[in-house]
């Protein structure tokens, strides 16, 4: 079994849009408690890297030395460096299921999760090679359609679903950007 019971969306979404290939880089955010972490590090196998963000430390996984995990918030650059830092070049896939804390407000949390999905767009941008893919969570709500025509921009396509797992849980749907356009252009490149 996986250590989270999110792992299973992940699976159903990579079955979905084949998002995680063998030999992969994947950078996983919002990784805690690492259910995700040991789904991908299935997929990309033992010549794959598997690198893993969140505020809360995350369990080391033994099953898998592939995984590398870093404890830091992602709003913040100095975490988006040490994350750029470990990945050491583009990456395959950059994934968020980052959640706010719920306060119970629903418009508060959804305004909480859009703009954590926006800091997980921006990094995406900054790592992914041409061709990668990126997966992020996102909560129904206002604003929620202009940040989906911006994901377009930037991939060949872009496919909304609310995995089978997470159906409980209503209003939380993801994007799959496949394919990005263009390559990462970085200062310094
Ligand atoms: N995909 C994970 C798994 O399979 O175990 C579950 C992730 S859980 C739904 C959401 C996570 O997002 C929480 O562990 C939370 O700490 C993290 N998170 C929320 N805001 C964050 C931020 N600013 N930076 C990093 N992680 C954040």
Redesign the pocket.
Known sequence: G??????Y??KQLDELENVLSRGDTVV????????????AAEAVGPDGQVIG????R?KDIEDHDTIETIR?????ER?RDRVIDAAGGEVDAV???????MSGEYSLDQA?SLH?AR?AFETALELLDTDGDFVV?IFEGPDVDEFRADVEEEFQYVRATSPKASRDESSELYFIGKGRLTASVRPGD
């Open positions: 996986y250590r989270s019971r999110a792992a969306k992940l996983d955010l919002g990784a805690a408690p690492g259910g995700w972490l040991e789904v963000v969140d505020l809360q995350i830091g918030d992602m709003t913040e975490t994934l968020s299921d980052m959640a706010p804390n909480r954590l800091q969570k």
